[in-house]
């Protein structure tokens, strides 16, 4: 069966998420699934919802979700040495070393992240998750490009596993090679016109046992050159759900809970809109057998003198507003219910992003979103980091790890917030047992450069040439108790010299042993 054939019959499937998804973008953002008219000849000028609230929401939530998954200048991941090879491979001692290699490790790839764009487009990809519940991420080598749910298809298994996805998108025919060899001699189909600039291009992923494997294919022929795979852990293709529901292939956003109230909202936005607009106008009506001729007074300007009787003349404005009161009440209950379902009452007021804020955002996401922020971690960021370790490891950005010896475990989201968390619960430790034992329990039982090492595996330093090693403070201390021990000595020489076992008159052996004058 061809890449288009499997996307047609499993478009059936998708068809009833991708309908609620085009209505609760109709709310929110119009942009971001845009329906049919995508396909349309030109550009299809987007309705705009009548209020505000919806888009706003679907803003703030993602950019709270991007703030605890992503983080800009903060941690939000580590490496962690498998327990079990202590004591088998490596000795209990190298666990700092390690730890250090492991944090020069984390600083080269999110010095990566940092510079390139996936934060945007992982901010799209929530955007897209919070309105329609579905978004597809392929990490490409030139950076991340999301496919919205009109772009794919998806089949899962029941444990939810990916077993086949399928990508369609257009592209120029000039950007496929060898295109003259395989387009079609007759008319591909109704749908597409062979004189267009553009042709569908067709990306088959499926499932082989422990990997994935895909390919390209244009008018049901494969592309030379466009055959790929990837092991299930490090593999590219990232589909996210926002919730899921058992059995179901496709995810469900968190504007579908809401619809009701933002169909709501906007059908009184546009009552309110429209009926204050007719509210506020003004018409001057003349009585047909009236003197004063309607033309004049429509000729006259601000202060000009007409003839006329004023009797003639009246005013019809509609005497309504009272009547708006009660939608409007009923518009702002909609408006406090719609910002506490997205979140955006509570505003942040820091000029840079800390730690505790992040932990606070993901504790705050945790409670109202009901287990949301563990989901993405494992649809998403868990995969996303293990495909940039394949990558750079490939590339020869970081040290490869030995398998079977030394196996990174990702420690990411909410459970463990970097290695910033590991800094506070080390000085909370040492803490503890200063009050508890006293200060000096602290250098009875502590190592002090073991200490210092995870510290500054913490904190992301490097340790080379800034940290004496305890040999080098053992030496430097043994060398300033023997320069002590002599400075003393030369202190105490004058006044041993006074003393009567140096005296000769004194002392008769030492006057024995002075030469004769």
Known sequence: MTAKSRYDNLSSDRSQFLTEAEDATKLTLPYLIRGHEEYDKGMKQLKTPWQSVGAKGVVALASKLSLSLVPP?????????????LGEQFGPEIKSELDLSFAKIE???????????????????????????????????????LYPL?????????????????TKESINKDLIPDYDKIKPNVPYSMDEDEDSEECDVFTHVKRDNNRFVWHQEVHDKKLPGSQGK????????????????????????????????????????????EGSAAAAKVVFTVSPSATTKPQTLAAAGNGAIVQGRPDDIGVIQVGKTADFATALE???????????AFLILSVRQSERTTAEEVRMTQMELEQQLGGLFGLLTIEFLVPYLNR????????GQIPRLPKGM????????????????????????????????????????????????????????????????????????????????EMEAIRQTPAMMKAPAFDPTKNPELAQQQPPQ
């Open 330 to 340: 009923h518009m702002m209950t909609l408006e406090k219910r719609l910002n506490e």
């Open 388 to 395: 940039k370790l394949s990558t750079f490891q490939k590339t």
């Open 150 to 166: 009109n772009r794919y298809v998806i089949e899962r298994d029941g444990n939810g596993d990916v077993i086949e996805i399928i």
């Open 107 to 145: 600083r080269t790839i999110l010095d990566a992240i940092a510079a390139s764009d996936d934060r945007v487009v992982i901010h799209q990809a929530l955007q897209h998750l919070v309105v329609g519940g579905n978004a597809l991420i392929f990490m490409g080598k030139t950076g991340l490009k």
């Open 406 to 485: 030394v196996k990174p475990i990702i420690v990411a989201g909410i459970n463990s917030l970097g290695r910033g968390q590991d800094a506070q619960a080390l000085g909370g430790f040492l803490q503890t047992i200063a009050q508890t034992m006293g200060p000096e329990a602290i250098t009875t039982y502590i190592n002090p450069e073991e200490v210092i090492k995870r510290l500054a595996a913490a904190q992301g330093i490097d340790v080379l040439n800034l940290v004496r090693s305890m040999q080098e403070v053992q030496a430097e201390q043994q060398q300033a108790i023997e320069q002590e021990a």
């Open 230 to 273: 990837a092991p299930i852990d490090s593999t590219p293709w990232l589909p996210l759900r926002f919730n899921t529901v058992d059995g179901e292939a496709y995810g469900r956003g968190r504007v579908g809970q809401f619809i009701g109230d933002l169909k709501s909202l906007e059908a009184l936005s546009q009552a309110i809109v």
């Open 73 to 85: 200048q903060t941690s939000f991941f580590k490496l962690q040495l498998d327990e079990s090879q």
